[in-house]
Every structure is written in C-alpha cells, then in structure tokens.
C-alpha cells in the first residue's frame, strides 16, 4: 500500500472504481461535504466511516 495520506487514498480508490463523490458517499452513509473533507485530509474518518468507504 502506497505511504499516502487517508484522504489521498480514498480520493484514489474512488475515481479508480470510476464512484462520483455523490454516489461513494450515499453508499458509504455521509454526506458529499464530509467525504469531500476526508478527501481533502481536513477530516479524519472514523473506523466504522472508513470500514463503510472500503466496502
């Protein structure tokens, strides 16, 4: 696994599986604000939030 940043990575992942921030977060349960947070590495997700992003 890459050494980056939790909100590089979920930034990553997303677009690899081609996920709008829209759709990755209803799926996830949070709002696009928040994933948009995550992303930008201004939040730090809870475990059970990145257990929801992973999955």
Do not use: C, F, Q, W
């Not at 677009?15 to 759709?23: D, F, K, Y």
């Amino acid at each position: 696994m890459p050494d980056m940043p939790t909100g590089a990575l979920v930034r990553l992942y997303r677009i690899e599986r081609r996920m709008s921030t829209v759709s990755l977060a209803t799926h996830a349960g949070i709002t696009v604000r928040y994933l948009e947070m995550i992303e930008a590495d201004s939040k730090t997700p809870s475990v059970p939030v990145l257990r929801n992003l992973s999955s």
